[in-house]
C-alpha cells in the first residue's frame, strides 16, 4: 500500500504540473488546434482501451484468482472422499473376511458399509458441484455490478453538476461556467485513477496515468485559450488554471484515501482489488464513451473551442449536425484503443518464465 500511494503522489504531482505547463503554453506560444485535437482523441483512444482490455481482464482475473486459493486452502471434498473410500475398502475386505472366518461381522453389514461409503461420495461430488457454481455465479455478478456502479457514479457526478449549472447560469459568465464544468471533469479523472491506484498492477497504472495526461493536456489548452478569447486577464487566467490543475490530483488522493479507511485490510484481497479495478473501468468508460469522445465529435476544427465548448452546456449534443470524426482521426482513435493490449501483451511475455 505504501508502494501504491507513493506512486499515486509522484503522478498526481506530475499531473498538476503538466497540466499547469500545458496551460501556459497558449499564453507564450500558437499551436496548431488541430494537432491538439489529434493528440486529445489518441488519448480517447488510450482510455477506452486500458479500460476493455486491461484493467477489466486484470479484474475477473483477480476476483477468481481468490476462488483458486480457497480451494488450495480447502480441497476438493470428493478428493478427500476418494481417500476416506480407499481406506473404507480395506476396511470392508477385512470384515468380509472376517465373515468367512467365522467372525461376529455378518455379510449383509459389510454391505450396508459399501453402500453408505458410495453414498458419501456422492454426497461430496454434489457439494462440490454445488460450491463451484455457487462461487462462479457470484463472482458473475459482481463483475457486472462493479462495472455498472463505477458507470453510474460517474453519470450522477456529471448530471448533479449540470443541473447545478444550469441552475445559476443566468448568474455566470461563460468564463467560470467553462472553468467549473472543466474542473468537475477533471476531479472525474482523478476519482477513476485513485480507484485504479487500490490496484497493485503499477503497469496498469502508468498507462491509465498516460491516457488522463493525454486528455488533461490539450484540456487546459483549450480552457486557457477559450479564456484567452473571453478577454480575461492573464494574472485571472492563471488562477482559472490553478484550481483546473489540482482538481484531479486532489480527487486522486481523497479517493485513494477513502478506499484505504474503509478496508484497510480488504484491499491486501484479491476480491477487493478486482471489484476496485472493475469500478475503476467503469468509470474511464464513462469518461472516454459519455465525456471525451462526444466533446471531440461535437467541437468544431480551428474555432478555439477544443473541449471547452460543451462542458459550457448541460449534457452532450448528439444532432445530425455534429461534425463527424475524419479518417485519419478513427484510425488515430483505433490505434489508442488496441494501444494498452499491445503494451499489457508485451508485459505478461516479460514476466513469462524461460
Known sequence: MLEGAATLLVFSCSMFIGSYVAGLIPLAFTLNENKVRLLSIFGAGLLIGTALSVIIPEGVVALYSIQEETHTLYPNPINNSNNKIKKDDNIVKNDVNNVIS???????????????????????????NDHFHSHKEYHTQEIGLSLVTGFMFMFLVDHITNLTSTAN???????????????????????????????????????????????????????????????????????????????????????YQILLFISTESLKDSSTTGILMLFSAGTFLYVATVHILPELQATKKGTGELIVISSMSPGHSHSSNTPQFQTKELILLFIGSIFPSFLNHQDSRQHLPQ
Open 169 to 255: 447560469s443566468p448568474l455566470l459568465r461563460n468564463k467560470v461556467t467553462a472553468t467549473v464544468g472543466l474542473v468537475v471533469h477533471a476531479a472525474a479523472d482523478g476519482i477513476a485513477l485513485g480507484s485504479a491506484a487500490a490496484s497493485p498492477k503499477n503497469g496498469i497504472q502508468f498507462i491509465i496515468f498516460f491516457a488522463i495526461m493525454l486528455h488533461k493536456a490539450p484540456a487546459a489548452f483549450g480552457l486557457v485559450s477559450f479564456l484567452m478569447l473571453e478577454g480575461l486577464e492573464k494574472f485571472r487566467i492563471k488562477k482559472h488554471l490553478i484550481v483546473f490543475s489540482l482538481a484531479a490530483p486532489l480527487a486522486a488522493i481523497i479517493t
Open 102 to 128: 467365522g467372525n461376529l461381522l455378518k455379510k449383509r453389514e459389510a454391505f450396508h458399509q459399501e453402500v453408505s461409503i458410495t453414498e458419501d461420495k456422492n454426497y461430496g461430488k454434489k457439494n462440490f
